[in-house]
């Protein structure tokens, strides 16, 4: 069997390149806390008066979420617990179901009011809102006739 050798598939495009450094520079990889995280999904997106935060975070109990907001960044730490079941460990066959601590901080492109961050949660789901600053808001000013 001929193996297919295509030297250009290590190249990544500039397009691509410069896509990541750009996604880089405003959302910071998830970060080793204590040795290992869990990874978890998340949106951010922006409105005109908020970044909207949604994580998928099924299985995780609200009281076992932590939200750190400052002016340019926020933090969210929790722990996927395990469920106890009757199985001993040597008796899977495959087990995916995630156990342990996730943490992951996103640095934001303008600041944000810290006493403005709302979270919810629902069906799995966390939703922070992280309320702009006012410094940060287009303000239109009227002209005045003198």
């Known amino acids: 069997m001929a193996m297919t050798i295509r030297p250009m598939r290590e190249f990544v495009s500039l397009r691509d390149a410069i896509d990541k450094l750009f996604a880089d520079s405003f959302i910071r990889p998830a970060m080793l806390f204590d040795g290992e995280t869990v990874p978890f999904a998340v949106d951010l997106y922006e409105t005109p008066e908020a970044y ?7 299985g995780v109990k609200p009281e076992d979420i932590t939200i750190d907001a400052t002016p340019g960044m926020v933090t969210v730490r929790g722990e996927y617990k395990l469920i106890e079941t009757e199985a001993k460990e040597e008796t899977y066959l495959r087990r995916e179901l995630r156990t342990g601590i996730f943490h992951r ?15 919810t949660f629902k069906d799995g789901m966390l939703k922070v809102t992280l309320g702009k600053a006012e ?5 239109q000013i009227k002209v005045k006739i003198v």
């Open 52 to 58: 909207v935060l949604k994580g998928a975070l099924p």
């Open 105 to 119: 901080a996103f640095e934001l492109p303008l600041s944000i009011d810290p006493t403005k961050v709302e979270a």
């Open 135 to 139: 410094i940060v808001k287009p303000k």
